[in-house]
């Protein structure tokens, strides 16, 4: 089944907007085992529609269309969409209420120029959108079918999740329900982790389940999609894989599905009734803004400080100067103090020693985390190297998963895939 | 003249990497005058670039590849481009050269599979690659001329402003060079800019500057475009055009090209050598994070706290509680204390309080500035709607700003358009 898929609008096409749309659209189907074969960018010119509709209706199954269901003079996929069918075009009803009954539940009245939105295809069949007054629909032009969908990011996904894939499914003959399960980990490179998971799909009968990977430094996510005949049956299928892939990567395993690192953290932060202050530097206050940013964080997360250098964070702290002193040492010094001046029962301390010089691919930073806590400091030492941003990125994950291993009883020194051997501080 | 692009990789095309290649080189085509017709992106396999190559080259006059020209066996673009140019393939000696060279001066040996970026099309151009092994090159398939591009976007990028854009242009049989001069601003929006700006272009000899936005919230770009004969010329042309630009929206402009907001508070900060703190609740750190995160900010930015609430505030800064207070004088009480404990001769702090409730396009806050300086403290009170994140994008950007103000000697309450009318605080 060949599968194609066709974004419209000058925003996208000129380049002022980043077309983040299509690589969900794509990866969604991917996931779903509907590769798309081709993408085509076309700007709001009517020429330019219907040259794309007509070139991909002769040589695609299925073409998913993203864009142009505005109540805007720009907005052309209707009409286009129709010229390319050889069909007219007719008002549809029953979503023209809909959308009187959208405005008038909002205490609007509905501006004229969006009546153009229930204007379809005559033949076209209606995808729902819930949420919003595009109306999404499929057609038949040429040899494919035509699914098209609205440019509002939030409509078009849930439009792609619970109208188009199901539909696409159908076509390809395959079964009509699809599952993802994923895994977001630390600290495992790709190839370890495809090593690790060596056969793992054969727990589940018949190849039904297929391994993937999503690499996005520092993280990696871990895919297996199913697709069957009905979610119940896909989920007893998986059930054996999913908990082989939880028992071989293990404590690596930060969250799963929509969870992330952060809202782990702090569902546990909270449920243990803990208080947490943390100190940066390097990471410039990257890793307290990760669980700040989350709502309901003010109770647990009390106090974050950032000061770039030794003597900063001492003034910061209140601790004086004591001699000579080594990155460890210091960062369990800081993580007493910041507990104490906060009052926070947990105190997470992360510094970064960069490399001198120039930015590069072997630019690294030594890494001293440690964790105050009401029976004493835990503490992590590590290398990193990739650049100042990857050293950054790379520290700020250490350090909020340092956090999480601890909560969990997790050992929080387990090394890691990208972890140099750290250089031993002197005494 | 019809350009097209295609974009190559199955990283792309699957979606697990957003094609950010593909914004910024039909951006600057834009900026040269020379808008993209249409995109088309495919994965690595022979078939579909054959496909795509053979299409385009029928029907555009300039076609931009991107990606496909790496070392391993899916890098596929110069075997297929020979192919669909109906030439052969031959080893390039002065890239192989130059190759080996780039090896010996990292005292690595050059692995053999590199030599393959060095094999090209009969007949090709090359397109010098100053920063990488990627050599590209341009061909001529149907009636188009296509260029050839790698994909690491460092590389892509310095190819596409020095090597291929002048090539499109000499080719479009307009002027050969290119002249783009940017303003960054904050406060100010399209349609007012725009208004603002009218009849600017006249300034210059005979319609040769073009203008344009492109918006990205919390700061709207102004651009201006020239095309002429050469560098000199064109800079000449623009100057006017640019001193209005500058003369109408003064104080609002933050920074031009490629400078950016907190460059240029860094810059200003560290020529006066001012020391800073910074306090935040609602904006998490991001504040602080935007000039932490330049290189050389350590001797100038010394502290930054962030908590949650009035009393986690007051707690950090060592402040007692003292009766009823409202956001704007606490504001100056936390900017005074921040600056005395830090030792810093400057302190900024935004506080913002939100709207209670969920998230909606009508969620807003209050936001009160302080900075507080040698002189005495310096205020600002708002209000800003539009959702939770733009409510932080928003405060973070005016707080920033109001610094930025306050070190230029502009008035630090100049009424912004996105602005609220701030409710009056009780005395």
């Not at 599905?257 to 410039?284: F, G, K, P, Q």
């Amino acid at each position: 089944m060949r599968i194609e898929i066709i974004c419209t609008g000058d925003e996208v096409l000129s380049g002022a907007t980043v077309n983040t749309n299509f690589s969900f659209i794509s990866r969604r189907l991917f996931d779903a085992g509907l590769p798309v074969h081709a993408e085509t960018t076309v700007g709001d010119d009517r020429d330019s529609l219907l040259e794309a509709f007509r070139v991909a209706g002769e040589r695609a199954d299925a073409v998913i269309v993203n864009g142009g269901l505005g109540p805007t003079v720009d907005d052309l996929s209707q009409e286009v969409a129709a010229q390319a069918g050889g069909v007219g075009l007719e008002l549809n009803e029953a979503w023209l209420e809909r959308m009187t009954n959208h405005f008038r539940l909002r205490s609007r009245a509905m501006p004229p120029n969006n009546r153009k939105q229930a204007v379809l295809p005559v033949g076209a069949e209606v995808l729902d959108n819930p949420v919003g007054t595009a109306c999404g629909f499929a057609l038949t032009i040429g040899r494919a079918r035509f699914f098209f969908t609205p440019g509002v990011p939030r409509e078009m996904r849930r439009m792609i999740d619970e109208q188009v894939i199901p539909r696409v499914l159908a076509r390809s003959g395959q079964p009509g329900a699809v599952l993802l399960k994923r895994f977001h980990s630390f600290g495992l490179g790709e190839s370890r982790v495809d090593a690790l998971l060596a056969g793992v799909e054969s727990l589940a009968p018949e190849g039904t389940v297929k391994l993937g990977f999503r690499a996005h430094y520092p993280q990696l996510e871990t895919k297996l999609a199913l697709r069957g005949p009905d979610r119940a049956t896909l989920q007893a299928r998986l059930a054996p894989v999913e908990a082989e892939v939880r028992r071989r990567l293990g404590n690596f395993i930060l969250a799963e599905d929509e969870e992330t690192l952060e809202s782990i953290l702090l569902e546990h932060l909270r449920a243990e009734r803990h208080t947490l202050s943390i100190v940066e530097n390097y990471t410039c206050g990257r890793i307290a803004a990760r669980i700040a940013a989350l709502e309901d964080s003010a109770s647990v997360l009390r106090r974050s400080i950032v000061a770039p250098d030794e003597q900063g964070l001492r003034d910061a702290l209140g601790l004086a100067a004591s001699g000579p002193s080594n990155p460890d040492s210091l960062a369990c010094n800081l993580a007493q103090a910041a507990a104490r001046n906060a009052g926070t029962d947990l105190a997470l301390i992360v510094l970064v020693e960069p490399d001198t010089g120039a930015d590069r691919t072997d630019f690294g930073g030594q890494i001293a985390i440690a964790i105050a806590t009401p029976a004493g400091v835990i503490e992590r030492a590590s290398r990193l190297v990739g650049g100042r941003e990857w050293l950054r990125l790379g520290a700020a994950e250490m350090g909020l998963d340092c956090l999480r291993r601890h909560l969990l009883g997790l050992p929080v020194d387990e090394r890691i895939d990208f972890e140099k051997l750290a250089s031993v501080a002197s005494p």
